[in-house]
């Protein structure tokens, strides 16, 4: 039987984040991708020019037709852009019991451009992060969320305390905007941390590397993977999307969709 799963997010014309990235990588996973855009932006390596959020309407419509007819298996959100449109997509996660719920809290892109609006925080804490089976942030947007300040490890461990107390049932800390050599994902269930270990690889093209992560552990939750398998194979899918660079673009590049495919890694 064929996975089916759904990314809720804003479209980026680069490609190479956003619904693109989280269609491509579903599509990598063997998992069927389907969409609810929130928001178009107008957007290539260098930066974002516009953001132009749909009417609340148009987002409701498309989760609506998706659950009359393509039930999701798995569903990842990326940016939401205000509080509005958090509420909506949160009342229509939790009527149509939708699980398998994966919140990659998309606040600011690479290049600085706004893409949740700080009214937002608090509908982001209160109603979106309880429907979480994993949250996904990265270091600023754990900050931002928590409160505190996560310049250390055990720090960002502190941080997945709170953030599962809000209400998601796993947490994942990235550690990509971190300052040791060494990188790592800290992986929380409410027990226990597993840290997933990496080498920093120096690039420019990491545009998009927090929605294809996400998107990854979707894809996998869809077919039936535990939390720490998907998150496993995450962390190996971007890693294999990062080092294999396409070298797209004059600014942060898109990564590499078909690499993980390539790469000895999981064979
Ligand atoms: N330079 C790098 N080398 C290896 N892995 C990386 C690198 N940068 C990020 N990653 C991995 O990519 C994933 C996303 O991490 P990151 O902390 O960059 O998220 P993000 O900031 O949400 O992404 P984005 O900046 O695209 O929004 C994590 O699994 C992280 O370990
Ligand atoms: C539509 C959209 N969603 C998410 C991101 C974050 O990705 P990044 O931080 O890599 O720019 C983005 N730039 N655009």
Same mark, same amino acid.
């Given at each position: ?88 997509? &949160?009342?229509?996660?939790? @009527?149509?019991?939708? =699980?398998?719920? /994966?919140?990659?809290? $998309?606040?600011? *892109? #690479? ?103 996400? &998107?990854?552990?979707?894809? @996998?939750?869809?077919? =039936?993977?535990? /939390?720490?398998?998907? $998150?496993?194979? *995450? #962390? ?32």
């Amino acid at each position: 039987m064929v996975k089916k799963a759904l990314t809720i997010a804003g479209s980026d014309s680069g490609g190479g984040a956003g619904i693109q990235a989280d269609l491509k990588t579903f599509q990598e996973l063997n998992v069927y991708g389907m969409s609810a855009i929130t928001a178009i932006t107008a957007q290539n390596t260098l930066g974002v020019q516009g953001v132009y959020a749909l009417p609340l309407e148009a987002v409701i419509e498309q989760m609506n037709s998706i659950e009359a007819d393509l039930r999701p298996d798995a569903l990842k959100t990326g940016m939401l852009f205000n509080s509005e449109l958090i509420e909506a997509v &949160a009342n229509n996660i939790r @009527e149509f019991n939708w =699980g398998n719920v /994966v919140i990659d809290p $998309v606040m600011i *892109a #690479k290049g600085g451009a706004k893409l949740l609006q700080q009214e937002a925080i608090n509908s982001l804490r209160e109603t979106l992060i309880p429907l979480a089976t994993v949250i996904t942030p990265n270091i600023p947007e754990a900050e931002v969320i928590t409160e505190l300040s996560l310049h250390t490890i055990e720090a960002r461990k502190k941080a997945a305390k709170v953030l599962h107390k809000l209400g998601a049932d796993y947490v994942v800390v990235k550690g990509g905007h971190g300052e040791e050599e060494e990188l790592v994902d800290l992986l929380f269930d409410g027990q226990s941390f597993v840290e997933l270990k990496s080498t920093r690889i120096s690039t420019r093209h990491t545009h998009g590397t927090g929605c294809t992560f996400a &998107a990854a552990i979707t894809a @996998e939750l869809a077919k =039936g993977k535990t /939390v720490e398998q998907a $998150v496993k194979v *995450a #962390k190996d899918f971007i890693h294999a999307a990062i080092k294999d660079e396409l070298g797209i673009g004059s600014g942060h590049g898109p990564t590499n969709h078909w690499a993980y495919r390539n790469a000895a890694v999981h064979s």
